[in-house]
């Protein structure tokens, strides 16, 4: 799976929302600055050529749609980011988290729960 840009990524989450659209339905959902249908497409394209989505053809105009689902992806940014940041440990990157406040002692208590479970 090939890394994405950040325009990618944020193109990306917009087609995993709508589930298939045409660039002109993507641009409303863009939320910092509005880009040209040009570059849009552009971006779309460049997705395609990535195997993220693909289309389905209607004259001359495509709607797209992912081939990649939000999920797989989510797991392999989450697997890179914890080799390349946290030496592959998740300890360490949950600890990390909970240092930074970004992660109460409820929902650790409620992962752990997910965790034993899981067994």
Request: proline share 2%.
């Amino acid at each position: 799976m090939e890394k994405l840009t950040n325009k990618e990524e944020e193109i990306m989450r917009i087609i995993w929302k709508l589930e298939k659209a045409f660039v002109k339905e993507i641009i409303p959902h863009i939320k910092e600055q509005k880009l040209h249908y040009n570059t849009v497409s552009t971006i779309v394209r460049n997705l395609e050529e990535k195997k993220y989505v693909s289309y389905k053809a209607y004259g001359k105009t495509h709607q797209y749609y992912p081939i990649i689902s939000k999920e797989a992806y989510r797991k392999q940014f989450m697997n890179i980011a914890t080799k390349r940041f946290f030496d592959n440990s998740y300890k360490s990157m949950v600890s990390f988290f909970a240092k930074e406040e970004k992660i109460s002692a409820e929902e650790l208590r409620e992962i752990l729960e997910i965790i034993e479970n899981k067994k």
